[in-house]
């Protein structure tokens, strides 16, 4: 999709990264480990779970996606006040007040 001709359908790409990132961003906040699977049905994601064997953590290919997408969209994919509200509010306020992003 960010390959595409089509701004809207770029946009929509972007979009799906940032949700992801943050998503990945969220979990790894609470158990400070980035997961092979995630649960991502609700408002908060949550580590995966089922399969054939234990959920992994620091698993290959979703930090490489994490690390491609924060590579194709560092120059503006950051963390905004809106997407905070969901944080942790102690971690929401750290980031907030240094005004880091995500890339």
Do not use: H
Request: proline letters at 3%.
């Amino acid at each position: 999709m960010r390959k595409s001709s089509n701004p809207i359908v770029q946009e929509q790409a972007y979009r799906l990264a940032k949700k992801w990132v943050l998503g990945n961003y969220k979990v790894y906040s609470k158990t400070s480990y980035m997961w092979e699977k995630y649960n991502v049905i609700g408002n908060v994601p949550q580590k995966g779970s089922g399969g054939e064997y234990s959920v992994q953590d620091g698993f290959g290919w979703s930090n490489g996606v994490i690390l491609d997408l924060l590579t194709t969209y560092f120059d503006r994919m950051q963390i905004e006040p809106k997407d905070l509200n969901q944080i942790g509010s102690v971690t929401g306020i750290i980031i907030q007040k240094l005004k880091i992003s995500i890339c």
